[in-house]
């Protein structure tokens, strides 16, 4: 069983349209996460849900909307793509806000054309 | 806030050889450090972690060393094989903090 699912694995769009990427974790944490990875491999947090609440919103263009249904989900719903939005969005889930291990999807590959 | 540092970007070793990875930390309050191994086109996977309360940690041919006064820490990969070839990524937490603060990735490159 995969602990924590992204769907879809790539996305491949204009420049301008609007696109969703879903994750599910079943481990039963309590927190999740979303990473940007640009090509230079940098992983950098994005946004943080603990129990269905936001803690972390780094400065992040507010075009990128996250929502968590409950905390097995954590959707990010990205308006108006730009070419420098192309990259790979991990999302990742652990128990507790901090000091526990994060686990990661298998990441979404974002091209814009 | 955290700020982690990590060297080398770099490193090519011989298979059968040592590698060390280096990390630094500012906020004093950092006492988790886990070590995240990622290779070509797949996610970041947990290899080891160290706390605050240990100065050393060992999982076969991986070891983690942690210096509190000095605010860094390190992992040690001994008898390198050409599977250990991945980038490797650092990250301190707190428990006050509210999320991982990760290094800037080490790619490694073990030559058979």
């Known amino acids: 069983d995969t602990a924590v699912s992204q769907t879809p694995k790539y996305l491949v769009t204009q420049m301008g349209n609007d696109k969703s990427i879903k994750c599910e974790q079943n481990?039963?944490?309590?927190?999740m996460y979303w990473y940007k990875q640009d090509s230079k491999k940098f992983l950098k947090i994005m946004f943080s849900?603990?129990?269905?609440?936001?803690?972390i919103n780094e400065t992040v263009p507010n075009r990128f909307s996250p929502k968590s249904p409950d905390k097995a989900h954590l959707n990010l719903h990205i308006n108006s793509l730009e070419l420098g939005d192309s990259a790979v969005y991990f999302c990742?889930?652990?128990?507790?806000?901090?000091?526990?291990?994060?686990?990661f999807g298998d990441g979404t590959r974002l091209s814009i054309l | 806030g955290e700020n982690v540092e990590q060297h080398p970007s770099t490193l090519s070793v011989q298979e059968g050889d040592s590698a060390v990875i280096k990390c630094t930390y500012s906020?004093?309050?950092?006492?988790?450090f886990p070590w995240y191994k990622q290779e070509l086109g797949k996610r970041p996977q947990l290899i080891i972690d160290?706390?605050?309360?240990?100065g050393e940690k060992k999982d076969q041919r991986i070891a983690v060393t942690l210096n509190k006064t000095a605010k860094h820490f390190s992992l040690h990969i001994t008898e390198t094989q050409p599977e250990d070839s991945a980038v490797y990524f650092c990250?301190?937490?707190?428990?006050?903090?509210?999320?991982?603060?990760f290094g800037t990735g080490t790619s490694l490159t073990v030559i058979p």
């Open positions: 990742a889930s652990s128990q507790g806000i901090s000091n526990q291990p994060q686990h």
């Open positions: 481990l039963g944490h309590d927190t």
């Open positions: 849900y603990n129990n269905k609440e936001l803690i």
């Open positions: 906020d004093s309050a950092s006492n988790y």
């Open positions: 160290i706390r605050s309360n240990v």
């Open positions: 990250a301190a937490s707190s428990n006050t903090g509210n999320q991982f603060y």
